[in-house]
């Protein structure tokens, strides 16, 4: 096998990632643009000692599941952004399901069921968007493993208040990044790597107003901050006189929903090592006593710390972590919410906590992230 061939193959699964797995003489290929059920044509783009990479570039028998991608830029060689546009939405789901049960059967050792539930929009719903200038001055997004940088005029994904030509009418430094927020009173920000002259943005969310650099984290999907608030809120049930720890807090959104229910005597104490979140979180919490902001990394700062009532997870991709974990389970609460973008690191996770006496209660998964192969899990732990 060289890179280049051509070989027709039986698409047999879905892999972590959104690849699908095939196989030819033995030998394991993850195969982008196709359908598990397909028999397709791969052409190789890289190789391993342990497997190969391809792209679907010719579909022998479809899958009653393949739709027209609805953007141009979705095929093997364009935009590497969206790996599921040439699958209809429903089955999109059905495949993270799998996905979520795969990585729990062969990280956790569990056997679980879960169906990642719809969220609307399915399109245009992505609020915030980071680009690429490429050497024509025009935003791009990079093709998928790849530096290069596809130069496009609209992207189906992304709000529709984002103003592509608009934003290529300015005089945009070559290979610099462009971060454009729409907030949520519909305004655009746009921040420019090397310019970072922006003013803070504003976000609502219910009845709370949030104050943010542009480039802090805050949720891609529009309806995703009420939502996760709103589901944060149920499965960690707080109770008044509670101390919560929010962990990889932010500027505090899962801080300010759990706050009315904590009452007068209780508290939260957010930990987040980003200093534009910490700046913000100060900000947002500033006439807020029961609101502690704690700038560091999550299993140093805690140790300070002897007992929670509540603990808060929502780390990056890469997940918490043994170390973590260990920090959290030491401080004995009653519950652990874990927020995860990454089922992988979700089901590795799950492992340490099992080992250490908290079991999975309850798990929920969100099709935050249509037309792509990621999801956002939300799960709640508790003593065994």
Not at 277 to 303: C, S, W, Y
Request: charged fraction near 25%; glycine fraction near 6%; proline fraction near 5%.
């Amino acid at each position: 096998m060289q890179i280049g061939d051509r070989i027709d193959v039986d698409v047999t699964a879905i892999a972590h990632g959104g690849h699908c797995v095939a196989r030819h003489e033995g030998q394991v290929i993850f195969v982008r643009h196709a359908i598990p059920g397909e028999r397709v044509t791969v052409e190789i783009t890289d190789i391993t000692r342990s497997f190969a990479r391809g792209n679907c570039v010719v579909v022998i028998d479809s899958s009653p599941h393949r739709v027209k991608a609805p953007c141009r830029y979705a095929t093997p060689h364009g935009c590497g952004g969206c790996d599921f546009q040439h699958v209809d939405l429903s089955h999109q789901r059905a495949l993270k399901s799998q996905i979520i049960a795969e990585q729990f059967k062969r990280l956790a050792k569990m056997e679980v069921e879960v169906d990642v539930e719809d969220v609307l929009p399915t399109l245009h719903w992505r609020n915030r968007m980071e680009f690429t200038v490429s050497d024509n001055s025009k935003l791009g997004l990079f093709a998928s493993r790849s530096s290069q940088i596809v130069e496009i005029e609209q992207c189906l994904i992304a709000s529709t208040e984002i103003d592509i030509p608009m934003i290529n009418q300015r005089r945009l430094p070559k290979g610099k990044r462009v971060d454009v927020a729409i907030t949520s009173s519909g305004s655009q920000e746009i921040s420019i790597e090397g310019r970072e002259n922006f003013a803070l943005i504003k976000e609502k969310v219910g009845d709370v107003e949030f104050s943010l650099n542009p480039l802090s984290f805050w949720q891609s999907h529009k309806a995703a901050p009420e939502l996760l608030s709103r589901v944060v809120r149920e499965l960690s049930d707080p109770q008044p006189g509670d101390h919560v720890f929010d962990l990889y807090g932010g500027v505090g959104l899962f801080a300010a929903a759990l706050l009315p229910e904590v009452g007068a005597g209780g508290r939260i104490t957010i930990i987040e090592s980003d200093d534009n979140a910490i700046t913000d979180a100060k900000r947002n919490f500033a006439e807020e006593d029961r609101v502690e902001v704690v700038h560091g990394r999550v299993e140093k700062a805690l140790k300070k710390y002897v007992a929670a009532n509540l603990v808060i997870l929502d780390p990056p991709r890469s997940g918490a972590g043994a170390s973590v974990i260990e920090a959290v389970v030491s401080l004995k609460p009653r519950a652990i919410v874990y927020v995860a973008c990454d089922p992988a690191s979700l089901a590795r996770d799950t492992a340490y906590l099992k080992e250490r006496g908290f079991a999975l209660h309850t798990l929920r998964a969100f099709d935050l992230f249509p037309m792509t192969a990621h999801m956002e899990c939300v799960a709640r732990f508790i003593p065994e």
